[in-house]
């Protein structure tokens, strides 16, 4: 069992919808990343939280340490958002344990 | 202001070369991460630098290896290329170990 999990694998949606995804840990960490891979590889950093909650524009992002969970939501979704979604982990001496992704497709 | 530079974007090695990947991190930051991306996996982890020194490592053979310079930019190499070093490398980095890691676009190695 992978030590960060992901869900779901891959999401496909209409433009306008509110998005969710998952990101569960077995792990004791210090924070959790949340970042966006576009097509071609390059990767942008979304959230780093280590509690609560964090909002920028229309992304918004949680943890609840107690159950080992995180989720991102997207509101107002749009073609633009399509990327992969991607849960990490830092657990300890700065080593980051990434989920396998999350694949977003919102269609128009 | 500039955010994580790599370069180069592309590297096309054959097999037992040895690939230099270069990673320029945030003015100020002193942390550079390396990953890798091998098709169809996820990211791996393979080394922190900080301050000039190498704090860890992840399960990687020691033909991976790499340094940080005095004004933080860093480098990663990798000898005797292997047709499963082709991956994208992705460099970040942080202004201190606690803080947010930024990324750069990648470095695409191709193994031939």
């Known amino acids: 069992k992978n030590e960060v999990e992901q869900s779901p694998q891959n999401l496909t949606a209409q433009e306008g919808e509110f998005i969710t995804i998952n990101c569960s840990y077995s792990v004791g960490i210090s924070a959790l990343h949340w970042l966006q891979q576009h097509p071609g590889g390059g990767i942008v950093s979304l959230f780093m939280l280590s509690s609560g909650k964090k909002k920028h524009g229309r992304l918004i992002a949680t943890i609840n340490i107690q159950e080992k969970h995180s989720s991102l939501h997207i509101t107002a979704s749009h073609p633009r958002d399509s990327a992969v979604y991607i849960c990490a982990v830092f657990k300890g001496a700065q080593k980051l344990v990434f989920g396998q992704g999350t694949r977003l497709t919102i269609n128009p | 202001e500039a955010g994580v530079t790599q370069s180069p974007t592309h590297l096309i090695k054959t097999r037992g070369q040895q690939a230099t990947l270069r990673c320029s991190p945030i003015?100020?930051?002193?942390?550079v991460y390396w990953y890798q991306q091998a098709l169809g996996l996820g990211l791996q982890f393979l080394l922190w630098y900080d301050e000039g020194e190498e704090r860890n490592r992840g399960n990687f053979p020691p033909r991976f290896s790499g340094r940080q310079f005095p004004k933080y930019s860093s480098e990663l190499n990798v000898n005797a290329l292997e047709l499963e070093d082709s991956a994208l490398y992705l460099c970040?980095?942080?202004?201190?170990?606690?803080?947010?890691?930024?990324f750069g676009q990648g470095t695409r190695l191709t193994v031939v």
């Open positions: 003015s100020g930051h002193t942390s």
């Open positions: 970040a980095s942080s202004l201190t170990p606690q803080t947010e890691a930024f």
